[in-house]
């Protein structure tokens, strides 16, 4: 089976994200760049696939030039080769979507995996509007999977419960945690990676179907008080969630 | 890679001790692989102050021109805190601020470490973050690579070069160092608090790029052996608290409470005031100087840096540039011994020979009984910043006592709580301390 | 400005975030607004909705719609929009809505604003706020296509109160399927009476700090008592402790309830992520210094697992 797998250079969790100079982006100085977390849980889910059933996994990204250690790290968990697609500032889902379909659509598959959001933007739409554009279906932030011949059963997760959804193939799927558990990239992994392929494919990303207006800090939340210690300052605290804060 | 796939050199640590190394052994030519447990070059590195750089400024000409540096220091102060006073002594030149700026920058070794990497990488060295060695493999009495976690995977190589720091557990592992002496390891404390630059720059009086260090002793730490610190970043300032662990223990002390004290302090306060906690960590620095120093090498090992204990304790505070001297004298002596082809201990103790003639071990030297002595009469950290600035006190204060029998209270005070011999004793001891 | 709104539904009822977004559409609408009504029964539904101020109901009533599917609902929802050309297009962000809303932009070539906790129109588009980066930041952003396409934040819209004497004219509308490649073969529903953590007022959290899978009975001991539903942080979901659905954070959900009581938690900064739009925050924990102090409206410092059953029966007497 060979498997693409979308992947996406984000900042990391833990970063405290500064707005950049022009106002309408984020600053990426001092800010260190991960493979997206959920993006993990696809590459992960393709390896296991491969090792199964055999195949090639193919990694594939539209971002700046550094977005490659992304692709690195991808490799050193064990995929194939990868594809990069240069383009400084990746717009929108709408526009990313179409630069990527405009790619794939000329590489042969039998599934293509995505993380369930990319921890940038918060989206969550990429993979979705990928699939519309390929003419295929989609399957979204998904917890578990089974493949049969041709088809995959597929767990995701609602309010209120899990729907089990049965999908022909070739489908375009997205990762959510508790799909799986990401593998460790080892030393050998790591020192192949940097031996493996990375293919530069020119590529359009297009004018954005959004404009940025601005960005702002979200108002901080203040800090509070600390009612007490232990058990003797709960009566306190209740009542101030009925007096003061009026909450119960 | 094919499993036999093996380095000439393996370096364990990309800080500046590791780094330095790499570089220098590329540019000769050696394959090298730099082994980095954090997730990338300068994400544990905690440094407080000044990145000195000599040695950086031979090994990449004028990167000061491209390097994530934050300000260059043409202002030092060092001071004395009571309860409520300090005292202090302040210097200041804009000698300073031209090329090579006084080989004095502060930084944030989690940019700079890695912009350094780079930089490193891009002269062929393979550097690989989020790989710790666990383990020295060793035969016969001879290093012969390491294994990593995660995964245990083993690499071979013909020798390792151990850069990893103040820990250095790899080190204690061959037998080439004792357990650390509390007495003899500090634990320093930093936070580095966001300020607007020009609040900054009005705050401590500098001109542009300029930046200043401040050394802080008596109560900035409690009257502990140690010191606190304070540098100014573009954007921000690096303070913090280090002492040694068997002081800190002695007096029952906590080093983030020292922190918090320092920074409440009345002299402290107000240089910290309205700032925004960025960051906050804690490492030890190794301040045995020369006469704790561990064995440097074994066949197929040699160690630098805070990883050899290469730290001047004194005033002077610096590691960094013992760190990428030493890294640089370590990669000329493996250099050597791959021509020879041969990587035994007699040939790599050529290294010793090295940091012999080099400003390493003629600093470690002279101050080498600086910390014994320190450790020996805490009181000068402990009793005299009070008495001074008690003095200092009464000296200035305006009443309406003539002039002439306060200098006579001050100086009956002097002898009474001080002593003139004792003082004098004390001052000399120091002097010789630093011979 | 013409909005249409789709208002989802499970087996009859409407979501609470559907009637969030349909409220928010009557506010952003100065001209017509229309919901979309998709399943089986939609016609008899969709009455309903003329309370929140809908002036017309177009409902897809078949079989095949009975359970979601991506593409079933997106061709009805094409079809909606063809047939009444709409400025705007709303929906609630649940999963469905986030799973829909992305294919449907992508067939009418337009970009989707996603999750957002502000609407409104300028110089005819849609322009939303909305958090990006786990919250750190807001972006305000305009789309550039129409129809523009919104998600909305449950909880981020208020609703209005419903008004009986108004109603709405339903259309049926003939539901052109089509061939489904997915669909939905099974629905595991949760247990009855489960308070889904998105529109959930209270929520009760515990995190590493409460040791143990059985210790969780404590905190749904006080769930239980207020009426709301129990969360987790990422330590306790990774412990096996609670299920991935518990989950409170940047992988986990965004909630944003009246009382968030957080217990054993420490206030990483990606659980934050999940849980600071809260109205009211409580932090039980042992260690004074954790940095969920920092964010927390009241904290107790103290050892969870005394505090928390003094905690349910002090609240049990005064509710
Ligand atoms: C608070 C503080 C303030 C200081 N102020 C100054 C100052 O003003 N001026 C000055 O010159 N010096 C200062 N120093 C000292 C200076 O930081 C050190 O001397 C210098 O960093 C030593 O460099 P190094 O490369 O030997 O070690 P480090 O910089 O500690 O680098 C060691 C590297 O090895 C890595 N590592 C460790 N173990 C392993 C392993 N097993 N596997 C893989 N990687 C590993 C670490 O992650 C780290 O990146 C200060 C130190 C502290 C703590
Ligand atoms: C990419 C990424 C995504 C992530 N997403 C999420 C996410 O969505 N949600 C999430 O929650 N985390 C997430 N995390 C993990 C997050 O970084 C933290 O590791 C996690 O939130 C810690 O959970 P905790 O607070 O329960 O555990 P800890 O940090 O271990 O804290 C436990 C706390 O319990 C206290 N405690 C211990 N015993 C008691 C007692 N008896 N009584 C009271 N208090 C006690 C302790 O003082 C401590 O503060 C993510 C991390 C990454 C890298
Ligand atoms: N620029 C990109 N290049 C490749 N894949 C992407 C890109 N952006 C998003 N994706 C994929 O789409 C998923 C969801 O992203 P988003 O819709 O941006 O939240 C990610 O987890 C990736 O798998």
């Given amino acids: ?248 | 890679m094919s499993e036999e796939e093996k380095f000439d050199c393996i370096v364990v640590g990309a800080g500046p001790a590791g780094l330095s190394a790499a570089l220098t052994l590329v540019k000769a030519g050696v394959e090298v692989a730099v082994l980095e447990r954090g997730e990338y070059p300068g994400s544990k590195n905690v440094m407080g102050g000044i990145l000195f750089t000599p040695v950086l400024d031979k090994l990449l000409p004028e990167f000061w021109k491209s390097a994530p540096v934050e300000r260059f220091v043409t202002h030092r102060r060092y001071s004395v805190l009571s309860k409520e006073g300090e005292a202090a002594f302040d210097f200041k030149t804009a000698a300073y601020g031209e090329p090579d700026y006084n080989n004095s920058w502060t930084v944030l070794r989690a940019k700079f470490d890695r912009w350094f990497a780079d930089q490193v990488e891009e002269a062929g060295a393979m550097i690989i973050p989020g790989m710790m060695v666990s383990e020295l493999l060793v035969k016969d009495g001879r290093v012969t690579g390491v294994k990593t976690e995660p995964g245990g995977d083993e690499l071979n190589c013909d020798v390792v070069i151990c850069c990893e720091g103040a820990n250095s557990f790899l080190a204690e592992q061959v037998g080439l160092r004792k357990p650390h002496d509390p007495k003899h390891l500090a634990v320093a404390v930093k936070e580095v608090i966001g300020l607007p630059q020009d609040e900054i720059e009005s705050r401590f009086h500098l001109n542009g790029n300029e930046g200043c260090a401040y050394e802080i002793f008596g109560q900035a730490v409690q009257g502990t052996f140690g010191s606190g610190f304070l540098y100014t970043n573009k954007e921000s300032i690096s303070i913090g608290v280090g002492s040694t662990i068997h002081d800190m223990k002695r007096h029952e002390l906590n080093p983030n409470d020292v922190l918090e004290g320092f920074k409440k302090h009345p002299a402290i306060a107000p240089l910290v005031k309205g700032g925004e906690s960025l960051e906050y960590a804690a490492h030890m620095i190794p301040e045995g100087g020369y006469s704790h120093m561990p064995k440097l090498t074994m066949s197929g090992l040699i160690l630098t840096g805070d990883a050899a204990g290469f730290v001047n304790a004194s005033h002077y505070h610096e590691g960094s540039n013992l760190a990428m001297a030493s890294g640089v004298h370590a990669a000329e002596t493996v250099i050597a011994a791959k021509e020879k082809g041969d990587f035994s201990e007699a040939t790599l103790s050529g290294y010793r020979d090295k940091l012999e003639n080099s400003f390493v071990f003629k600093d470690l030297k002279k101050f080498q009984k600086f910390s014994g002595f320190l450790n020996d009469n805490p009181h000068l950290l402990r009793d005299y910043p009070d008495s001074i600035i008690g003095l200092l006190t009464d000296y200035f204060r305006i009443s309406e006592k003539p002039k002439a029998q306060i200098e006579k209270d001050v100086i009956a005070k002097f002898r009474r709580e001080i002593g003139i011999i004792n003082f004098a004793k004390d001052m000399y001891k120091m002097w010789r301390a630093t011979r | ?319």
């Avoid at chain 1, 003419?135 to 059963?153: F, H, Y």
């Avoid at chain 1, 767990?155 to 089990?164: A, I, K, L, P």
């Avoid at chain 1, 306190?236 to 119960?248: D, N, P, S, T, W």
């Fill in chain 1, 1 to 248: 089976m060979n498997i693409l797998v979308c992947v996406k250079h984000v900042p990391d969790t833990e970063t405290a994200v500064k707005i950049g100079s022009d106002g309408k982006s984020i600053s990426t100085q001092d800010v260190n760049f991960i493979l997206n977390p959920y993006d993990e849980y696809a590459v992960e889910e393709a390896l296991k696939i491969k090792e199964d059933k055999g195949g090639e996994v193919t990694l594939i990204t539209l971002g700046p030039e550094e977005a490659k250690k992304t692709l690195r790290t991808g490799l050193a968990m064990g995929a194939d080769k990868a594809i990069h697609l240069p383009c400084d500032a990746p717009p929108d889902s709408l526009s990313i979507a179409n630069a990527l379909a405009e790619v794939i659509k000329d590489i042969e598959y039998d599934l293509i995996f995505c993380g369930k959001q990319a921890m940038d933007n918060d989206n969550a739409q990429v993979p979705i509007m990928l699939a519309e554009k390929l003419g295929l279906p989609n399957v979204s932030a998904i917890t578990k999977l089974e493949l049969e011949d041709g088809t995959a059963v597929a767990h995701r997760e609602f309010e209120g419960g899990v729907e089990v959804v049965e999908t022909s193939l070739p489908a375009v799927i997205s990762a959510h945690k508790g799909l799986n558990e990401p593998r460790y990239a080892s030393l050998k992994g790591i020192m192949m990676a940097k031996k493996k392929p990375i293919e530069d494919k020119p590529c359009d990303c297009g004018d954005a179907a959004i404009e940025i207006v601005d960005v702002t800090y979200p108002q901080q939340r203040a800090g509070g008080k600390i009612v007490g210690e232990g058990t003797e300052a709960v009566p306190e605290l209740v009542k101030l969630l009925q007096e003061e804060a009026k909450v119960i």
């Fill in chain 3, 1 to 319: 400005m013409k909005v249409l709104v789709f208002a989802e539904q499970r087996n009859g009822e409407f979501r609470k975030a559907a009637v969030e977004a349909l409220c928010e559409g009557r506010r952003l609408a100065d001209g017509e607004l229309i919901a979309v009504v998709i399943g089986k029964g939609a016609a008899d539904l969709g009455g309903q909705l003329g309370a929140y101020g809908a002036d017309k109901i177009l409902a897809f009533d078949h079989d095949l719609l009975e359970l979601y599917s991506t593409e079933g609902f997106t061709a009805c929802l094409q079809k909606a929009a063809e047939t009444v050309s709409p400025d705007a297009i709303l929906m609630a962000a649940t999963a469905m809505g986030r799973d829909l809303a992305p294919r449907l932009g992508a067939r009418l070539d337009v970009p989707v604003l996603a999750d957002v906790t502000k609407l409104s129109f300028t110089d005819g588009n849609i322009e939303a706020v909305r958090p990006v980066y786990a919250g750190k930041l807001n972006v305000t952003v305009r789309s550039k296509k129409s129809p523009g396409i919104a998600t909305t934040r449950p909880k981020a819209f208020l609703p209005t109160e419903p008004d009986g004497s108004k109603t709405a004219e339903v259309v049926a509308m003939d539901a052109a399927v089509g061939d489904l490649k997915a669909r939905v073969k099974q629905v595991q529903s949760e247990a009855e009476g489960m308070i889904e953590l998105t529109e959930a007022d209270f929520i009760v959290s515990g995190g590493r700090g409460m040791k143990s899978a059985e210790n969780f009975k404590i905190i749904e001991d006080l769930a239980k008592v207020l009426g709301g539903a129990v969360g987790a942080s990422r330590a306790a979901v990774d412990s096996d402790w609670r299920g991935h659905g518990d989950q409170v954070g940047q992988t986990g959900k965004v909630v944003a309830p009246t009382l968030y009581i957080a217990a054993g938690i420490s206030g990483a900064i990606q659980h934050l992520a999940g849980m600071t739009s809260s109205k009211v925050i409580v932090a039980i924990n042992k260690d004074a210094d954790a940095p969920i102090f920092k964010i927390a409206d009241y904290g107790i410092v103290g050892d969870a697992m005394e505090v928390l059953p003094v905690l349910t029966e002090a609240i049990k007497a005064v509710k």
